[in-house]
């Protein structure tokens, strides 16, 4: 695909099917280019640099949360939606974690989940600066709970099979020393136990909103 004839949109969505299949150490524009069906050269002509286009691909997958009417809805109703959806875009990404960390992130996608965010918190009556408090609060709960699909799909790529079940194993073995572990290890109960994280978001995100609820109801009237 000659230079101009390939668009910064093509480019970015097909960096963001590479960093879904190869996470962000697969990305380079080699790779890049080879799935475009251009050279590399061609891509440097729209895109500067490799952090340019993890940027740029970063931000696009925010568009991908549905963003709730923050007038028509309650404040939980729409902060639970908030978090549910960015959970679900962040696993179908799990490069995303990663980049947060080793990336200079920001973008207008980003932007609009950041002002829905905090309208959502200024509407159930938090002050600004308090909105601000809750609207990082949640993020980060949200960030935390999909570090376990991000692990998974990095163990994946790294190890064996066979290094995966040696590593289970001694897991088990280590847990006959902590009882209460070692008991949600067991069988059937170890079904259940593996499924704790996912099943835990909900408890813990209900958990975090009836606390915003309790701050609110406290405050001092009149």
Not at 12 to 34: F, K, P, W
Not at 131 to 155: M, Q
Request: hydrophobic share 50%; net charge negative.
């Amino acid at each position: 695909m000659a230079r101009n004839t390939l668009t910064a949109e093509q480019i970015v969505t097909a960096a963001i099917e590479l960093l879904d299949s190869d996470g962000l150490d697969g990305l380079n524009m080699r790779s890049l280019g080879q799935r475009l069906g251009s050279a590399a050269t061609a891509i440097y002509w729209h895109i500067k640099t490799k952090d340019d286009l993890v940027r740029l691909a970063a931000d696009a997958v925010w568009d991908e949360v549905e963003l709730p009417d923050v007038t028509a809805a309650d404040w939980r109703s729409s902060a639970f939606a908030l978090a549910t959806g960015m959970r679900a875009m962040m696993n179908r990404h799990p490069w995303l974690g990663q980049a947060f960390s080793s990336h200079l992130l920001y973008g207008a996608g980003k932007m609009r989940f950041d002002e829905h965010s905090l309208a959502v918190y200024e509407k159930a009556g938090f002050a600004p600066a308090d909105a601000d408090r809750a609207a990082a609060t949640v993020f980060v709960f949200v960030v935390g709970s999909t570090l376990d699909v991000a692990a998974e799909v990095s163990l994946t790529r790294r190890l064996s099979e066979e290094a995966l079940r040696e590593a289970v194993s001694r897991a088990h073995e280590i847990a006959e020393g902590f009882p209460l572990v070692r008991a949600r290890l067991g069988v059937p109960a170890a079904a259940d136990y593996a499924a704790a994280p996912g099943g835990s978001f909900e408890f813990g995100l209900r958990a975090v909103l009836d606390g915003f609820e309790a701050r609110l109801g406290a405050r001092p009237t009149g």
